[in-house]
């Protein structure tokens, strides 16, 4: 009982520390833009696609309720489909966010059906800027967002430009 107590321990403060400085730099000298974002949301992962090739992966953190697409906003779903980055906030609570282009026709029309709003705001973003440590990438805490850590975020900012492709599957 204790063992399994120390790994849960464990398992929760390891995303915690800090990487050595060598694991936590990335040489943007020379390296290719991603063409496409794509979230895995069964397996917390957001890659950077270029040409259908794996520039990165990153664990992610998405909204408390995160099975399934979003239907409405306060739900805690983060959505799915095909969506584009489309604009930047560095004045946002959230480090670095780049706003996803969610709603489209289809998620306002299964808004609608509930007689809801289908919501908005929805990001790709680092952690909050007041410093709130409850924010991990191995618990779902957003209201429907993807967040990173900071310094990830830092990486996912530098290798998309406005306009990419963002696509999110369950």
Known sequence: MMRSFLAGVVA???????????????????????????????????????????????????????????????????????????WRNVNSRFYRAIHISYPNNNDAARAGQFGSNPGGLIMVHGQPVDGFNGSNPYFDWTEGCIALSNQEMDEVWMAVDDGTLIEILP
């Open 12 to 86: 929760l403060l390891l995303p915690l520390t800090p990487l050595p400085a060598a694991a936590a730099t990335w040489n943007t000298a020379g390296f290719t833009k991603a063409d496409k974002v794509l979230v895995v949301k069964s397996e917390r992962r957001l890659y950077l696609l270029q040409d259908g090739n794996v520039l990165r992966s990153f664990r992610v953190a998405l909204g408390p309720n995160p099975v399934g697409a979003k239907m409405f906003a306060g739900d805690g779903r983060t959505p799915e489909g095909l969506y584009i980055l489309d």
